[in-house]
């Protein structure tokens, strides 16, 4: 079964320095991964996903995320942290099995803290 | 062009009482989903449907039941609410696609439920 594991519950760093959210996954067949971010009281919201096009994912907000077959990671990264970045995000695949149509399997989040 | 709504958005119920939560989407969806997020949990499946008329259980489904009547809505019911089933339920949808497998879940904004 497909999973995906984020590393670190909290994470904290200043503002305009670099942001790293770690995600492994773990997959018998070729991974379809997904990055949400979750403000307060709201739901979640797409930022990027990987696809197979393209190893290096662009996504919103100044987002991007790499697909590292060798690593089996797809972490999260955007060059300077802004106040507004503070959120939950969630890593998320593809369950891959009974069709596809099951949904998507998500880790179990990291908060982002942006340090003035 | 709303996207996925939910209804309620709160909810206090005591313990053995029933209601049922409401998801709309006006993106001509064929996949809907249930989901409840705890704290340190991520998101977990409850139940989805894969189409009108079909339903099928998730990872947590006990407790719950579904129904989808008409394509554009999926209806979550408590049957005898526990303290356990205090939680955040989110809904989401998905289409389907010649790469369905890339597509991704767009969310609602969740509804509060507290068991008491």
């Known amino acids: 079964a497909q999973s995906v594991t984020q590393l670190g519950s909290h994470v904290s760093v200043s503002e305009g320095a670099l942001v790293l959210l770690r995600c492994n996954y773990s997959?018998?067949?070729?991974?379809?991964l997904f990055w949400y971010v979750q403000y307060p009281n709201q739901g979640l919201q797409l930022l990027l996903k990987?696809?197979?096009?393209?190893?290096l994912v662009k996504g919103i907000n100044g987002f991007e995320a790499e697909f590292k077959k060798s690593e089996t990671s797809f972490h999260l990264t955007k060059p300077s942290a802004h106040m507004s970045d503070a959120a939950e995000y969630f890593c998320?695949?593809?369950?891959?099995?009974?069709?596809?149509?099951?949904?998507?399997?998500f880790g179990k989040g990291t908060h982002l803290i942006i340090q003035p | 062009n709303a996207g996925v709504t939910q209804t309620p958005k709160f909810r206090v119920l005591k313990t053995g009482q029933s209601m049922t939560l409401l998801c709309a989407q006006d993106?001509?969806?064929?996949?809907m989903y249930w989901y409840r997020q705890d704290p340190g949990m991520g998101l977990r499946l409850i139940h989805y449907?894969?189409?009108?008329?079909?339903?099928a259980k998730g990872e947590v489904p006990d407790g719950y039941n579904v129904s989808r009547l008409k394509k554009q809505n999926f209806l979550l019911g408590l049957e005898s609410a526990a303290p356990s089933q205090t939680s955040v339920y989110f809904c989401?949808?998905?289409?389907?696609?010649?790469?369905?497998?890339?597509?991704?879940?767009?969310f609602g904004q969740g509804t509060r439920l507290t068991v008491v």
């Open positions: 989401a949808s998905s289409y389907r696609t010649g790469g369905w497998m890339n597509t991704e879940a767009f």
């Open positions: 449907s894969v189409g009108e008329g079909t339903t």
């Open positions: 990987y696809t197979s096009a393209a190893t």
């Open positions: 993106m001509n969806h064929e996949y």
């Open positions: 997959s018998s067949v070729p991974p379809y």
């Open positions: 998320a695949v593809r369950k891959n099995s009974g069709g596809g149509a099951d949904g998507l399997t």
